[in-house]
């Protein structure tokens, strides 16, 4: 918590110890007890939402699959590829490629639940289409607070360029089902973050680190 909020917490409590509005009612001192508590408790509540650590941002996330098993080798793998790659000038995206039906977006989806303490900003986008990429990442903007412009291109690009700069903030975008590299290729982030990417496409090993996936 912000120590401002821990001082105005301090002040409180003193102020609620010595005010005659606090003083304990007839069914005496436990009841006191409680009643304070039940203050000070409140008090925390809404210093930490308004002075605590930023709200997790989330979107589009499917939901986890509670029947999800195995594949710990590959999700370890995928935890060490994102965790080691040093962001410069090149994409250090992770690709998961293989045959519809083997399991590439429940591994990414559990990925993204396992591992969501990790990251303040988790954004799925489903990347079948790029039109669909740059709606999801227009939308991400909105989210993220940033300027809406009537140009969509100027949108999406102020939400890359606003991931790629940031350091407070930690963020992993998951790119769904994505085809062909080249059309996603202004439509990543240039650096600052994690990204993901499920494929049917083995062109995605020439542009990254690729785990590849045998059916379940």
Do not use: C
Not at 9 to 32: K, W
């Amino acid at each position: 918590v912000d120590p401002a909020a821990l001082e105005r917490l301090r002040r409180a409590i003193h102020h609620l110890l010595r005010s005659p509005a606090a003083a304990p009612p007839a069914t005496g001192p436990e009841r006191r007890r409680e009643d304070l508590e039940s203050t000070v408790k409140r008090f925390i509540i809404e210093e930490t939402g308004v002075l605590g650590a930023q709200a997790a941002i989330r979107g589009g996330i499917p939901a986890r699959n509670p029947y999800f098993t195995g594949r710990e080798d590959l999700i370890g793998t995928l935890h060490r590829t994102l965790r080691q790659q040093q962001r410069a000038s090149v994409l250090p995206e992770t690709a998961l490629y293989g045959f519809g039906g083997v399991g590439k977006t429940q591994i990414a989806i559990e990925f993204a639940y396992r591992h969501a303490a990790s990251y303040q900003l988790i954004w799925w986008i489903p990347a079948e289409d790029p039109a669909t990429v740059r709606a999801s990442l227009a939308a991400l903007a909105d989210r993220l607070g940033l300027p809406i412009s009537g140009n969509m291109e100027q949108t999406v690009r102020s939400a890359l360029d606003a991931l790629a700069s940031t350091t407070s903030l930690t963020w992993l975008l998951v790119y769904d089902n994505a085809d062909d590299p080249a059309s996603l290729e202004h439509l990543v982030p240039s650096t600052g973050g994690h990204v993901l990417v499920t494929s049917r496409n083995p062109a995605w090993a020439a542009a990254s680190p690729v785990l590849e996936v045998d059916i379940f």
